[in-house]
């Protein structure tokens, strides 16, 4: 997705720099040429080995693929509650004077569509799929593996978000169901989960899938437009 394929853009061209640092370095001024190379050693990266910031690197880059999995998740939701308005006739009701203040049935719409998106903003990933489930018929995930390895990169973006990555007891009893044995995990003696290059690619393709598998899914059940994977760039 755009908003992930834009931060990998950036990691490519920082860590492009800092590896070719000795010939970027020529133009410069003797002395602005020795505080350059000073500060682009720090990001060097060591063969078979994390960089000092490769575990910022790594959570900046999951944080940002959870984070844009949410946003299109709910993106496409809004244009199928937009498309199929009476999808929304159970979820609560809207009282006489919000009514005439809309004044229109677009503008009612849109407000409960607002309104129910921004409830689901703070539903768990279990309670979200499952509230998919039953008013679309839609699977947001093909396969149990797909939503375990969500589920995995969502709590551990809490953990960056709110505990410096750090494990702690919440994170275990929101992973309790996972297939995944959590002593499996890879997690510091300090208490860290180490966000491991491999596992960050493997899990960033599969909030990309499970977005596009879904978008297709609902575009061609509400007859909504797609977003094509090979021009999500512009769709933003």
């Known amino acids: 997705?755009?908003?992930?394929?834009?931060?990998?853009?950036?990691?490519?061209?920082?860590?492009?720099?800092?590896?070719s640092m000795g010939a970027f370095s020529q133009a410069l001024t003797p002395d602005s040429r020795q505080?350059?190379?000073?500060?682009?050693?720090?990001?060097?990266?060591?063969s078979y080995d994390f960089s000092n910031h490769r575990q910022f690197v790594n959570e900046t880059m999951l944080s940002r693929a959870v984070e844009s999995f949410d946003l299109y998740v709910l993106l496409i939701l809004r244009e199928i509650f937009e498309a199929k308005p009476e999808i929304l006739k159970s979820e609560g009701s809207i009282d006489i004077a919000t009514v005439i203040d809309l004044k229109s049935f677009d503008s009612v719409v849109t407000f409960l569509t607002e309104r129910k998106?921004?409830?689901?903003?703070?539903?768990?990933?279990?309670?979200?799929?499952?509230?998919?489930?039953?008013?679309?018929?839609?699977?947001?995930?093909?396969?149990?593996?797909?939503?375990?390895?969500?589920?995995?990169?969502?709590?551990?973006?809490?953990?960056?978000?709110?505990?410096?990555?750090?494990?702690n007891d919440i994170f275990d009893r929101r992973l309790k169901g996972l297939k995944r044995p959590l002593?499996?995990?890879?997690i510091s003696k300090a208490g860290k989960f180490i966000i491991e290059d491999e596992w960050l690619r493997q899990v960033s393709y599969t909030l990309d899938a499970a977005v596009f598998?879904?978008?297709v899914a609902a575009s061609d059940k509400f007859g909504l437009q797609t977003m094509n994977p090979k021009t999500s760039f512009t769709f933003r």
Request: with cysteine; hydrophobic share 45%; aromatic share 12%.
């Open 183 to 186: 002593d499996d995990l890879p």
């Open 117 to 167: 998106i921004h409830e689901l903003s703070y539903k768990s990933l279990d309670d979200l799929q499952k509230y998919i489930h039953s008013r679309t018929g839609l699977a947001l995930f093909r396969t149990d593996a797909a939503f375990d390895a969500a589920l995995l990169a969502s709590e551990v973006r809490n953990l960056i978000a709110h505990n410096d990555c750090r494990v």
């Open 213 to 215: 598998d879904f978008d």
């Open 35 to 46: 505080a350059f190379e000073a500060e682009a050693s720090k990001y060097k990266l060591v």
């Open 1 to 19: 997705m755009a908003r992930v394929m834009e931060l990998r853009d950036f990691v490519r061209f920082f860590f492009g720099i800092i590896k």
